[in-house]
């Protein structure tokens, strides 16, 4: 490792699948934990995902061990409890009242280490839904968030797997605190975190434009803006983002592009008084835009301190100057050997970025018996 590991000797034992549960272990890993993951014999289903599916494994399973067991067996029930016992930190999220019927909840554990911090992630905290089976769109869909992503009528999930991997954010804040807090007490806890609670969370600026306005948020593409010119704008080859978020940035932004009847404007010195004009500047805005390249565009607002933003694709990203230059990669070899490159965790500690190489593990094979 050529970084920092601030969690280096917390052990970590994962009874997870799919996103949620691994995004929490894969943060944890990042950071020096020694995470293993404990898969069915055959190895994680999800590793053999298709489609949209066939990144979540390399994605979220990085700087990992793992290994095979039956747990309802008696062998690999005692190799699961055995692993428990030797844990910091256990992650699970499977269904509700799974582990519990398999011994493997947090009451049984507790008894055999004392200073285990559980962390579940659920669908939904204790209450009347807790027992609905929610996947990262169920959440997006009942929490609001597809309502505000999609045109009005047209309720559309963000373009990732936002609320399993944010979800699993809040887990592994709910672990670190509890391990605070065992620094003080000697002892662990159960902690949880959802998917449900975590798109609320997310809208609740929504929520509080309703309190604050008495008006009901409008879905994102058809919001009244709280700025003038904070859209995407067309150029002669590839769109661009363009925020001008200040009065200041609005009088920079009319000095770069000769704008001198805008700027001369009185009414259209604050920027209220530009959102309420918004039809009559923006189209003059899109011409002006669209008679430059992207290139030219971005060669003239870099360094003016105006929000931009090239319009990128995933794809994109393996070739991004500053990704490649600042560490925002790191290097991968897949299981089939292939190697790639995939985002490092996104912070800095002490001047050094948490990133390192990593091999995936291979389908782990169940322990043998006699």
């Not at 597809?146 to 672990?175: E, N």
């Not at 925002?328 to 390192?356: C, F, N, Q, Y």
Request: hydrophobic fraction near 40%.
């Amino acid at each position: 490792m050529t970084h920092a590991t601030p969690l280096a000797g917390l052990k970590v034992v994962e009874f997870t699948h799919m996103v949620m549960g691994p995004a929490a272990g894969s943060i944890l890993a990042a950071l020096g934990a020694e995470v293993t993951r404990v898969e069915p014999e055959g190895g994680d289903p999800t590793r053999n995902l298709i489609g949209s599916g066939s990144g979540y494994f390399p994605m979220y399973n990085r700087h990992k061990g793992s290994i095979a067991a039956d747990l309802k067996s008696p062998e690999g029930l005692a190799t699961a409890k055995a692993l428990a016992a030797e844990a910091d930190i256990l992650i699970e999220n499977f269904r509700p009242g799974a582990l519990d019927r398999l011994g493997l909840g947090y009451d049984a554990l507790a008894e055999i280490n004392p200073r285990l911090v559980y962390c579940s992630l659920k669908g939904f905290l204790p209450g009347p839904y807790e027992n609905r089976t929610a996947l990262d769109e169920v959440a997006q869909m009942m929490g609001g968030l597809a309502y505000m992503t999609g045109p009005p009528g047209r309720p559309l999930r963000a373009g990732s797997s936002v609320i399993d991997v944010t979800g699993g954010m809040f887990g592994v804040i709910a672990i670190l605190a509890a391990i605070e807090e065992r620094h003080r007490t000697g002892r662990g806890q159960k902690v949880q975190a959802s998917l449900f609670e975590t798109t609320v969370y997310l809208v609740g600026q929504h929520m509080a434009q309703m309190a604050v306005t008495g008006h009901a948020a409008a879905p994102m593409p058809a919001r009244i803006s709280a700025w003038a010119i904070y859209d995407v704008f067309e150029t002669k080859d590839d769109p661009v983002f363009i925020g001008v978020v200040s009065d200041p940035l609005w009088e920079k932004f009319c000095t770069l592009f000769a704008l001198d009847e805008l700027w001369s404007d009185e009414k259209l010195r604050r920027n209220n008084d530009r959102v309420l004009q918004r039809d009559r500047i923006l189209p003059e805005i899109r011409t002006l835009i669209g008679s430059f390249t992207r290139a030219e565009i971005i060669a003239r607002l870099e360094g003016t301190g105006i929000p931009f933003a090239p319009i990128a694709r995933p794809e994109d990203l393996f070739a991004d100057p500053h990704l490649l230059a600042s560490g925002g990669l790191e290097p991968v070899t897949l299981p089939d050997g292939s190697k790639t490159a995939l985002p490092a965790l996104p912070i800095e500690m002490d001047g050094k970025r948490t990133r390192r190489a990593t091999m995936l593990a291979p389908v782990p094979r169940a322990p043998r018996r006699d």
